[in-house]
């Protein structure tokens, strides 16, 4: 076996990948991610102590956060990148040592001074020895704690977003110290272990409502609006990411250019922001979602740019005209560090003209604050009967064929149904036509990923209207997960209690038996059947 990972759903035979990544990582990548991922809970016993006694450190916060997120599904491939973040991991668990003070306890392997070897092939070693498959404890508590970190690694990249536009929680550096810290404490059984990932459940919530604020201050409300789809005469980027500070530097540098900017998968509801809608070349969304991106790249003749997940290996058509921001990274794709995008702006220029090509138009734009707008029209549907039940599919897309399980739900949700959606898996059915329901759109794009805080919101706005729990709403959640950020917002599902959740289109393969049993005991969640028989049960 040269390596293992199973972080996400397409985890090779359902159990694991362990010659090289479905995704396209190698084996040297999964070994430094490993030791990155060892490395940075040695820190956080540190950390974790420093803090007991008064002491924070913003590099080090701050490093932790982009060292999980960095690790994260289809974000970096670039041995050499990681292995900086390594070097770096190494230097800050000294420092992190020093702020501790004295501490005479028992100090884990991860924590102890050990030293980086010098090359690059010896730090593979070393990581290979220190992977996911390497554990001693207990099978369930190995799978608890695997899914408390990819949880924490899902919530660091909406934190990464926040601390772009300026806003940083001190309670989720605290719980990212602790939490990793506790990976290392073989005295907390699988009771600890499963409080930690209801607890990080709780701290992406805390995280999501930030990158909330973060968004309406800078950008105010999203409102419903109409999107373009396809292209328009003349030259183009396509951003793809969830990063919206980044497309607004995007949009302000190529403000009367000539170039126009076109949004790819989860920036599609960045249109919805008054912020970010109010610049006339940012024209259109192009394309579906991540997996299909090699096609769609290399039918899109301008620049490319990611500015988070997910990355595929390009295709020799357009890696010339690709470009990577932030934490993505490719080996051999040029890598943008910074805000000045004149090179890619000076790209678009060379290539090609994209064609007159408009596709139809879809909406987006409904956040909490859009919906609860017409919170008296939606109960009064509910309470007359024109509404009957609420759906959220939402979640990430992806390559399987099962994936169409979500379109198969959605076209045959009843016409009496709402279906409120986020992030990349409404491309499974966002371009069909639901109708409305006296004027409210029976299909409801709440945004991003991330946005998931808005359904909440929604979600809990409805059973205060109701005098109900979110469990008695007549609501069903039906969630597609791919990558970590998935994980985090399961996992914060959960903490609210959240019961009765159809979760597709596979299980995580590091699930054990007896986790899963934990899981349907306490919160009846269950796999994805088909699309009939789910909606006979839900409607029930
Ligand atoms: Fe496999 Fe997913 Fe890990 Fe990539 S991230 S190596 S596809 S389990
Ligand atoms: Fe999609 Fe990668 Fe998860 Fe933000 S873009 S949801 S998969």
Redesign the pocket.
């Known amino acids: 076996m040269s390596m293992f990972?199973?972080?996400?759903e397409?985890?090779?035979k359902g159990s694991?990948?362990t010659v090289v990544?479905?995704?396209g990582?190698q084996p040297d990548v999964?070994a430094l991610q490993d030791l990155l991922v060892y490395t940075m809970k040695g820190i956080a016993f540190w950390a974790d102590k420093a803090r007991a006694n008064g002491v924070k450190d913003q590099e080090i916060d701050r490093f932790m956060i982009d060292g999980l997120f960095t690790t994260v599904?289809n974000v970096d491939f670039d041995p050499e990148a990681i292995a900086k973040f390594v070097t770096e991991a190494v230097r800050l668990r000294g420092k992190a040592k020093q702020l501790a003070g004295n501490y005479d306890g028992d100090v884990p392997a991860a924590a102890q001074d050990w030293d980086l070897p010098a090359t690059l092939e010896e730090q593979v070693k070393l990581g290979e020895l220190h992977g996911v498959k390497d554990f001693n404890v207990d099978a369930d508590i190995h799978s608890v704690r695997e899914l408390i970190t990819y949880g924490i690694k899902g919530y660091a990249a909406y934190a990464d977003h926040a601390r772009t536009l300026g806003k940083e929680s001190d309670e989720v550096y605290a719980f990212t110290h602790q939490a990793l810290a506790a990976q290392l404490d073989d005295s907390l059984d699988l009771t600890a272990n499963v409080g930690i990932a209801l607890e990080a459940g709780r701290i992406n919530y805390v995280t999501m409502e930030l990158l909330n604020q973060a968004h309406v201050e800078a950008y105010g409300h999203p409102v419903p609006t109409p999107v373009q789809l396809g292209t328009k005469a003349g030259k183009g980027i396509l951003v793809s990411g969830h990063d919206l500070k980044f497309l607004e530097e995007l949009l302000k540098q190529t403000e009367g250019t000539g170039v126009n900017i076109y949004t790819h998968g989860e920036m599609l509801p960045a249109h919805g922001y008054p912020g970010l809608k109010k610049y006339s070349h940012l024209v259109a969304n192009y394309g579906g979602a991540w997996q299909d991106q090699h096609k769609e790249f290399a039918a899109f003749p301008g620049a490319i740019i990611f500015n988070t997940n997910c990355i595929q290996k390009p295709s020799e058509s357009y890696t010339d005209r690709l470009f990577t921001w932030g934490l993505v990274q490719w080996p051999g794709v040029k890598h943008m560090e910074g805000w000045d995008f004149s090179e890619v702006i000076a790209k678009a220029k060379e290539c090609g003209n994209l064609e007159e090509n408009p596709g139809k138009e879809i909406l987006t734009g409904f956040g909490h604050n859009a919906i609860l707008g017409v919170a008296d029209k939606i109960i009064a549907a509910v309470k007359s009967g024109d509404i009957k039940h609420f759906f959220l599919v939402g979640g990430c897309d992806g390559a399987k064929p099962g994936r169409n399980y979500f379109t198969d739900f959605a076209v045959q949700a009843p016409k009496d149904t709402v279906i409120m959606t986020l992030a990349c898996g409404k491309y499974r059915f966002n371009k069909l036509d639901f109708g409305d329901i006296g004027g409210i759109p029976r299909l409801l794009d709440v945004g991003q990923c991330n946005d998931a805080y808005s359904a909440i919101q929604v979600a809990v706005a409805l059973a205060d209207a109701f005098e109900c729990g979110v469990n008695d709403l007549p609501l069903s959640m039906i969630i597609s997960w791919y990558e970590q950020k998935a994980v985090a917002i399961l996992l914060t599902l959960l903490h609210l209690g959240i019961k009765n959740i159809k979760l597709g289109p596979t299980l995580p393969a590091f699930v054990t038996p007896n986790v899963l049993n934990f899981l349907v005991e306490n919160y009846n969640i269950a796999p994805i059947k088909t699309a009939e028989e789910d909606l006979k049960e839900m409607l029930g």
């Open positions: 990972c199973y972080q996400c397409q985890a090779s694991g990948c990544g479905v995704c990582k999964a599904t």
